[in-house]
């Protein structure tokens, strides 16, 4: 098993995003715990990518977090899998149960990983993601994403508060007790 440190590719913490579609079916059933599910045999990782992004490893199930796990870790086995060995993340546990940091998955992508930096995960720092259907942005902390439709969902960090204001609107506040009545 090689430790982590053997490979580190430059300071600091960048993420490995796991695609949990089949995996987490079976966590459901009890076929499979968690942890196996988020940091069991994967494909395609190579070692230059895991020097970079593998500190931690988040596990995503319908384009929600379900696991953040540190990595200390990872051995290949004979077919180039690699498994990583890690405990939950403290810092990146906060993130359990919310809207992924990466674009969504869509439907027929071979490739279940996708590799973030952590800025990008803790100060929201991110270029606007381009998608055929979607835009996405994280701006301190809080998710923008625009469908197709020109849908927005914004998802705000622990504590945060979201003011929406009327397409066209001057943005003043309304009060009712200003409206003008009409008389016959």
Request: glycine fraction near 12%; avoid cysteine; hydrophobic fraction near 35%.
């Amino acid at each position: 098993m090689l430790m982590m440190d053997q490979l580190r590719y430059k300071k600091g913490h960048l993420v490995i995003v796991v695609n949990l579609r089949k995996s987490y079916r079976e966590v459901l059933s009890g076929q499979r715990d968690l942890e196996d599910a988020t940091l069991g045999w994967w494909a395609g990782v190579t070692d230059e990518a895991i020097a970079r992004y593998g500190d931690i490893v988040i596990g995503v199930y319908g384009d929600q977090v379900v696991s953040a796990y540190e990595v200390s870790a990872h051995e290949r086995d004979a077919d180039g899998r690699v498994w990583f060995d890690g405990e939950e993340s403290e810092e990146f546990g906060s993130l359990v149960g919310k809207k992924s940091p990466v674009k969504p998955w869509v439907r027929g992508q071979a490739r279940p990983i996708q590799y973030i930096d952590t800025d990008v995960v803790r100060h929201g720092e991110a270029p606007v993601e381009e998608g055929i259907d979607y835009q996405r942005a994280v701006v301190g902390g809080y998710v923008l994403s625009i469908d197709s439709d020109g849908i927005a969902t914004v998802e705000p960090p622990e504590g945060g508060v979201v003011i929406v204001t009327a397409a066209g609107s001057s943005g003043t506040r309304f009060d009712p007790r200003k409206l003008k009545t009409k008389t016959a």
